[in-house]
C-alpha cells in the first residue's frame, strides 16, 4: 500500500525567514506529485506539479518554489516568507490517469 | 474554463436526517467530479468519483453522488448523517485528460447536531 508523508507536521515562522517543507511517497514508483496552500477556512489552491524527476510545472507561484530531487520526494521551499504565506499546505499523489490522494498536510504560521 | 460551485457555506443537520449537498460545475471537456472531505486539522479523503456510466456513484461511510449532465451538477447525499460526519465537504472537478489540474469548489461545512 502506497503512504504519503509530509514534513514537518507544523511550523511558526518569522516573516523574512526561509522555508522548506517536504513530501514523500512511499509504495509507489514514478509518481505524480502535487503541492496545494489552503488559507484558513478556504479552499485549496494548486501551486505546483511534478510528473518526473527534475520536473516541475508551476500553477500558481505564491513566492514559493518546488523541486523533486528524488522519484518519491516533493519539496516547497521560500527564501523569504510574507505573512500571506501561512496556511495549510497539502502533498497529493496520483499513479498518473487517477485520483488525487492527499497527505496529512503541514501548518505553517507566519509570524 | 472550469468552474464548481458549492452554493451552501454551511448545512447545518440532525443526527440520523438525511442530507444533500450541491455542487455545480462547468467545464469546457469531458468532467470527472469527485467528492472528499476534510475533517479538523486534518488533510482531505476521498469518498466518491465520477468517471462516467451509471450517473449513481456509491462512495464509502454511506456517501452517494449522482452526477446530471443537464444539470451540470454531482450532489453528495447520505441516508442518515452521523455526528462524525461534522467535516468541510469539497466538490473536485478535473477535465478528462487534465488530472495535473483540479479545480476546487468554496467548500461546504456540515455540522451535525445531536
Known amino acids: 500500500a502506497q503512504t504519503i508523508h509530509q514534513w514537518p507536521v507544523a511550523e511558526i515562522k518569522a516573516v523574512g525567514s526561509p522555508l522548506s517543507l517536504g513530501c514523500t511517497i512511499k509504495?509507489?514508483?514514478?509518481?505524480?506529485l502535487y503541492w496545494y496552500w489552503q488559507a484558513t477556512g478556504g479552499t485549496l489552491q494548486q501551486l505546483f506539479y511534478?510528473?518526473?524527476?527534475?520536473?516541475v510545472e508551476s500553477v500558481v507561484q505564491l513566492n514559493l518554489s518546488a523541486s523533486r530531487p528524488k522519484d518519491d520526494q516533493f519539496i516547497l521551499s521560500t527564501e523569504k516568507l510574507l505573512l500571506s504565506h501561512s496556511g495549510f499546505y497539502l502533498c497529493a499523489w496520483t499513479g498518473g490517469q487517477d485520483t488525487q490522494y492527499f497527505g496529512p498536510g503541514t501548518r505553517l504560521l507566519v509570524l | 474554463a472550469q468552474s464548481v460551485t458549492q452554493p451552501d457555506a454551511r448545512v447545518t443537520v440532525s443526527e440520523g436526517a438525511s442530507l444533500q449537498l450541491r455542487c455545480k460545475y462547468s467545464s469546457s471537456g469531458t468532467p470527472y467530479l469527485f467528492w472528499y472531505v476534510q475533517y479538523p486539522r486534518q488533510g482531505l479523503q476521498l469518498l466518491l468519483k465520477y468517471y462516467s456510466g451509471d450517473p449513481v456513484v456509491q462512495g464509502v461511510n454511506g456517501f452517494e453522488a449522482e452526477f446530471s449532465k443537464s444539470n451540470s451538477s454531482f450532489h453528495l447525499r447520505k441516508a442518515s448523517v452521523h455526528w462524525s460526519d461534522s467535516a468541510v465537504y469539497f466538490c473536485?472537478?478535473?477535465?478528462?485528460?487534465?488530472?495535473?489540474?483540479?479545480?476546487f469548489g468554496a467548500g461546504t461545512r456540515l455540522a451535525v447536531c445531536p
Open positions: 511534478s510528473i518526473t524527476v527534475g520536473q
Open positions: 509504495g509507489k514508483s514514478s509518481p505524480n
Open positions: 473536485v472537478l478535473s477535465a478528462a485528460g487534465s488530472f495535473n489540474k483540479l479545480t
